[in-house]
Structure formats: structure tokens, C-alpha cells
């Protein structure tokens, strides 16, 4: 039944496999490792600078993170009046503004020893004691803690740009499935989402054509009339500024009651199909009427009422704001196989073979552990005049680990790169570290590694009572080493770290800086559909009144022959009645024809005669209908010529680039700082050692 449906409206197999070959399908499933997981430790990453600059997002941010948080707690706060809600919030705001990332782990440090010492002008131990904040920060470590809650902290991070596209940019479809989750765990997810793609949303250019598309299916609870849930602030922004973005948003629900008045006043086309009760079309018919009334456009209330009341199955009324008045369609079979919604065990079959090929990708590139068996000791003493920097704690430590720390050199440069043919100005900052080796050079820049330290990262004294020291190498105590490494690592720089550019030369385009051989043709490519929806509007613009004249002359040709067909029926009618009263007068009258019968044939005669030149007439009017719809089809073919040529533009994502090369100048180079630095690491009991300062 299901393929003599998809028959039906002339689809098969072979498109449903194109899509398949054309588009990556992912199904996600946070909290559970049914499917793809997801992680959310990346979900307290400081936001862009563009939110951190506008106080009003970055707060809106900010309560959003909180409340699902404390959500997932089940803890309902308000945001003005919960002493819980407002000490995160200024956690939050503190360490975002000084553009750094927030962990789970390091939250509940903070909860016990917050990095400000008043809330208003209450000191923090008579507004929130420490035996208070003990007990919050012990309910968010036993959710961290729970073995549940590991599959939440596994997998692939939350980007927005790795949702949409493969590391090969391939688009892709993501697909998230929550039905396994409590009601607040569902919405600690779908508002962390909702942040997420706020925040990718600020970063795209202005654009008039479809960049993404976002879909929630069953809106019941996440967007309110009355409650405010964490997930509605961020969706009424959606709703508000997507499209000027090119960020469409499709929500369904069986309820409108359940959503939102401002957010049904936000949506420009519905679709609407049959309702169960007077209430929900009542509630639709509200809602249309208030965005026509705010289109300018005309509604009829009665008439919309009385296409509801009628719709039978896969039947709906298009209502779109551009249009004089709602439509009504059917909806065509469907090119998934709607069996009904998926089980776990399904998705974990759909999903196993791209487990084993994850190419999760980690945002920065992680440093080398030293190795277990380096001798350690206690802190040892420097020469004067050699500086030495110690980098924060930032993870909890496992249980039964001991904190050692290693000596590594680490320098933050900070480097221009400028370009007249390609209009490049750009500024590149590393942070880049490097052990120290025994012998006359001590230092290899080329095996160096870029690691993420902010500079409230690295202080003078360390945190921490004890700890054991790696042994520092000999060349380290040189204090005249240190201006030498300095020097390599700018020669370094200029011959090594060159900004690498690509080209297309069917755009006559280069990339941006930080823009990569993936990224560059997913830009290129919005650009291309930007030019190709520009020209296809010129094309319409071109052909519209054309078409427009064919067709009302069109029309006045068919009422001609119409008219024509009619006069000749007519006189045809007449010819035969003149035709047959002459007959029987010949027949029935007096043996000698009358002056009447003589006047009769002459009349048929002329009607015989005038029926011959309606027919003629007729033949005209056809004939002038056939070249005007003839003209019509060409003029249609032209523009489907023209638009079938829009389609012949080279595909950016299977173009081959060109590679450029960018040197800096050595005196855009410059190291802001470079310095010995004591990294911490845990060391577990067998021997394993992971950075503690991540």
C-alpha cells in the first residue's frame, strides 16, 4: 500500500535512495547509549563574543543554563527570588565574562568556594551559608556521580555546525530522541539545545535564503501560554529572529491551546488539520485572525470556521501570511515508511554501525602526558630572575589519585597576517606548550601543542598544599634560555604556522581565516543558493507579467470560441428549422409553391450559408487559441531553461580548491608571553595520567 501511495504522486525507491546517498541521518539519544550520545559537559562553554557584548542574551543565556540545571535537580527556582538560582547565575556570569568555560566539576568547586565573597550588599555567609552550598553542591555531585548520568557526559558535544554538517561536510540530519527522558531531564536537554543553536544563530550573516531548518514534534510544555520553562525564552528568540538569519522553525502540536499566544503571532505559515474540540478552533481561529490582522491581510472568521469543520483525513488549510486567504491540500504519501514511532532497540539497530565509526572530532588537541615513571619530588628552588607560573586545578580529583605536577614551557603569542589580493586581516592568538628536554637546545618548538589556558588560568603560587614535582631539567635553570627559546618560537611562526587559505575558482572566492576545507565550501554554498534564489526571483519578476498577459489573453481567446461555437449552434438550429418548414410546405401545401415557400428557401439558403462562415469563424478562434497556447508553453519552457541552468552552478563541496600559503611579517609576530609553567596532572593508582588543568 505504501509503495502504490508514494506511486500515487510519482515517487519511488530511487529518490528515497538519493537522499539517502545525499544526506547523513544521525539519531541522538542524551542520557542513554541507545543511540548516538551526546555530550553535555561542552554545554556551559562561554558563549560567542557577540552574546558576552549584549548584557540582555548573555542573562537570557545565562537563566536558561541555571533553570535546566536546577531542573534536572528537581529544584523549581525562580530566577529572582531562588537563592540557589541567583549564587549559580553569578558563577556563571563571573566565569563567562572572563571567557571561560564552566565544568560540571568545577561548578560544584565553586559552589563550595564561590570567586566573590557578597551577593548584593549581604555578605556570602549571612545570604547563602557554607553549610548550605555544602548540600547543594553535594545534590549536583551525586548526579555527576550516579552511573546514569555517565552517558551524559559521553560522546559528541553539542555544536550547532558538527549537527548540520559531517567533518567532510556532508549535510546532515540530526535526530534527537527524548522519549526515554523524565519531564525534567527532557527539558534540562531541549533548553541546553535551544541555547545552543541561539548561539550559532547570532553568528551567521543575514541572509534571505533557508540555511537550516529546526523541528520539534509535540510542543506540549516547552512553549506555555502561562509557565515560563527554561525552553521558552530561547524558542520566542527563535521564533522572533530566525528567519532574518536563515533559520526556519517547524513546530507541531495536537493542542494550540498549549502554545504560546506570542508565539502562534510569530508563525507566518500554518498548517492546520483536523481539530477535536471547539476550544483548539477556537484557539486557531484566534490565532489566525491576530496574524492577519497584523499582516494587513483580510480574514474571514466564518469561512476558515467552516473549512475546519469539514477536513477529512491527510487533509489541511495553508494559511500563509503573503496570501489573500487559506488553501487547502492533501498532503502526499511520505517517503519514510511511518510505522510508528521508533523503540530503542530500533534505533540502537539503526545506530550500531555508526557507533563504531564515530569521528567525534575534540575541539582542541590534547597534550601529551608525561610519562608515569618521570622521577617527582618536592618543589624545587629557581634561580633568581627565572619566573614560574602555575596553572589552576580545574577537575575534580578521582579517588585515589595523586596531584604531580610537570614543568613545560608555555607561551601565548599573538599573530597579524595581512594579504591585499585575498582582503585578509587577520590576528591569530596560540597558547601553545612544549616540554623541556635535557641538553643545549632544551626546547623543540616543532613538537609543541596548542592547549587552552585563559591567563586567570595561570597563577604565582599554586592552590594546593602539596603536590609532587617532575624533575626540571638543567636548561631551565638558564635564565638566558629563556630569550633564546623566545626568538626560535618566532622563527618559528613565520616559517611553520603560516595562515593556509583556499580559493575557488568558479567563486572567485577565498576562504576566511580559522575557516576550514570543510567550512569553506559549506559558506560557499549558501552563497551559491543566495545567488541562485536572487536570479530565480529575477527570472520570476522576468516572466511574471508575460505569463500573465498569455493567460488573460488565453482567457478572452477561449470565451471567443466559445461565443463563436454558440453563435454557430444557433444558426445552425435556425438553418434547420427554415430547411424543414420549406419541406413541409413543398410537401403538404398547394401543388403551386407559394410566395412563402420561396421566401423560406431562400432564407435556409442564407442560413446554410451563414452556418458555413461561423464555421470558419470557429476555425480562426481555435487556431488563435493554439498559437497563443503555444506561446505560452514556450514561454514557459524558457523559464524552465533558465531555471534548469541555475542547476548547471559547480557544487562548491565537490570543487577542487586552491591552496594559499600566508607568512606573517616578524614583526606581526609577537609572544606576549612565554615562561616556565608547572602543569598539574592526576596520577591514578596504575600509572595513568590525565591533565588536571582541563
Not at 609543541?448 to 617532575?470: C, F, M, N, Q, W
Amino acid at each position: 500500500m505504501w509503495r502504490a501511495g508514494l506511486a500515487s504522486w510519482g515517487q519511488d525507491g530511487e529518490r528515497i535512495q538519493r537522499l539517502r546517498e545525499a544526506v547523513d541521518f544521525a539519531i541522538y539519544t542524551p542520557g542513554s547509549s541507545a543511540g548516538l550520545p551526546v555530550s553535555l559537559l561542552k554545554s556551559f562553554q562561554a558563549p560567542s563574543a557577540g552574546i558576552q557584548e549584549d548584557e540582555e542574551l548573555l542573562r537570557e543565556r545565562i537563566q536558561a543554563a541555571v533553570s535546566g540545571l536546577l531542573g534536572l535537580l528537581g529544584i523549581e527556582a525562580d530566577p529572582l527570588q531562588s537563592r540557589d538560582h541567583i549564587l549559580l547565575s553569578m558563577i556563571f556570569d563571573q566565569s563567562w565574562k572572563q571567557g571561560r568555560d564552566l565544568s560540571l566539576t568545577e561548578l560544584i568547586q565553586q559552589i563550595q568556594k564561590p570567586p566573590f565573597d557578597h551577593v548584593g550588599v549581604f555578605d556570602l555567609e549571612s545570604y547563602y551559608p557554607a553549610k548550605d552550598r555544602g548540600a547543594l553542591a553535594m545534590r549536583l555531585n551525586n548526579l555527576l556521580a550516579s552511573p546514569g548520568f555517565s552517558s551524559w557526559v559521553e560522546g559528541e558535544p553539542l555544536n550547532v555546525d558538527r549537527l548540520l554538517y559531517t567533518s567532510k561536510g556532508q549535510p546532515r540530519l540530526s535526530i534527537f530522541s527524548i522519549a526515554h527522558l523524565n519531564d525534567s531531564e527532557g527539558m534540562f536537554f531541549v533548553s541546553t539545545l535551544l541555547n545552543e543553536i541561539v548561539s550559532w544563530m547570532r553568528q551567521q550573516p543575514g541572509t534571505s535564503t533557508l540555511r537550516a531548518l529546526l523541528y520539534m514534534d509535540e510542543m506540549f510544555g516547552f512553549l506555555p501560554p502561562v509557565a515560563n520553562p527554561p525552553s521558552k525564552g530561547p524558542l520566542l528568540t527563535l521564533l522572533k529572529q530566525g528567519r532574518a538569519c536563515g533559520l526556519g522553525v517547524l513546530m507541531a502540536t495536537q493542542n494550540p491551546k498549549d502554545i504560546d499566544y506570542k508565539a502562534l503571532s510569530n508563525t507566518g505559515t500554518w498548517f492546520v488539520g483536523r481539530l477535536q474540540t471547539d476550544r483548539d478552533q477556537e484557539r486557531v481561529l484566534d490565532g489566525l485572525e491576530g496574524a492577519a490582522a497584523g499582516s494587513g491581510s483580510a480574514f474571514d472568521r466564518q469561512a476558515t470556521q467552516a473549512k475546519l469543520a469539514g477536513l477529512g483525513k491527510r487533509v489541511f488549510i495553508l494559511h500563509n501570511v503573503h496570501d489573500d486567504e487559506p488553501r487547502e491540500f492533501h498532503t502526499r504519501w511520505a517517503l519514510s515508511y511511518l510505522s510508528g514511532p521508533l523503540t530503542r532497540a530500533q534505533i540502537k539497530t539503526l545506530m550500531s554501525e555508526r557507533r563504531k565509526q564515530a569521528d567525534v572530532q575534540h575541539s582542541s588537541a590534547q597534550a601529551a602526558s608525561p610519562s608515569a615513571a618521570a622521577k617527582t619530588g618536592s618543589r624545587p628552588m629557581l634561580p633568581a630572575g627565572i619566573t614560574e607560573y602555575f596553572a589552576n586545578v580545574r577537575s575534580l580529583q578521582p579517588e585515589g589519585a595523586v596531584l604531580v605536577r610537570y614543568p613545560a614551557l608555555v607561551a601565548v603569542t599573538r599573530t597579524r597576517y595581512e594579504d591585499k589580493r585575498s582582503k585578509t586581516d587577520h590576528l591569530r592568538e596560540l597558547t601553545l606548550m612544549t616540554g623541556i628536554e635535557e641538553g643545549p637546545a632544551g626546547v623543540d618548538w616543532q613538537q609543541s601543542k596548542e592547549i587552552r589556558l585563559a591567563p586567570g588560568d595561570l597563577v604565582s603560587e599554586p592552590h594546593e598544599e602539596t603536590a609532587e614535582y617532575g624533575e626540571l631539567p638543567q636548561s631551565a635553570l638558564n635564565k638566558s634560555k629563556y630569550s633564546d627559546w623566545q626568538k626560535q618560537l618566532v622563527n618559528w611562526i613565520y616559517s611553520e604556522r603560516p595562515l593556509e587559505l583556499y580559493y575557488s575558482p568558479s567563486m572567485k572566492q577565498h576562504s576566511q581565516p580559522k575557516e576550514s576545507e570543510r567550512d569553506f565550501p559549506i559558506r560557499l554554498e549558501q552563497v551559491a543558493r543566495e545567488e541562485r534564489d536572487l536570479r530565480l526571483e529575477q527570472f520570476r519578476k522576468k516572466y511574471a507579467p508575460k505569463v500573465s498577459s498569455l493567460q488573460e489573453r488565453i482567457r478572452r481567446a477561449e470565451g471567443a470560441v466559445e461565443r463563436e461555437k454558440e453563435q454557430a449552434t444557433q444558426h445552425k438550429m435556425q438553418s434547420t428549422i427554415a430547411i424543414g418548414a420549406t419541406l413541409l410546405g413543398a410537401l403538404f401545401g398547394r401543388k403551386l409553391a407559394s410566395a412563402t415557400n420561396v421566401r423560406g428557401a431562400g432564407s435556409a439558403v442564407r442560413s446554410m450559408s451563414r452556418a458555413g462562415k461561423e464555421a470558419g469563424d470557429i476555425r480562426r478562434a481555435e487556431e488563435t487559441l493554439e498559437t497563443l497556447q503555444q506561446q505560452l508553453e514556450e514561454l514557459e519552457a524558457a523559464f524552465q531553461a533558465d531555471c534548469a541552468a541555475l542547476d548547471s552552478i559547480v557544487d562548491p563541496r565537490t570543487e577542487l580548491l586552491e591552496t594559499t600559503a600566508l607568512r606573517p611579517k616578524k614583526s606581526n609576530i609577537d609572544v606576549r608571553f612565554c615562561a616556565l609553567t608547572w602543569l598539574p596532572y592526576w596520577r591514578s593508582q596504575t600509572g595513568a595520567m590525565h591533565p588536571a588543568w582541563e
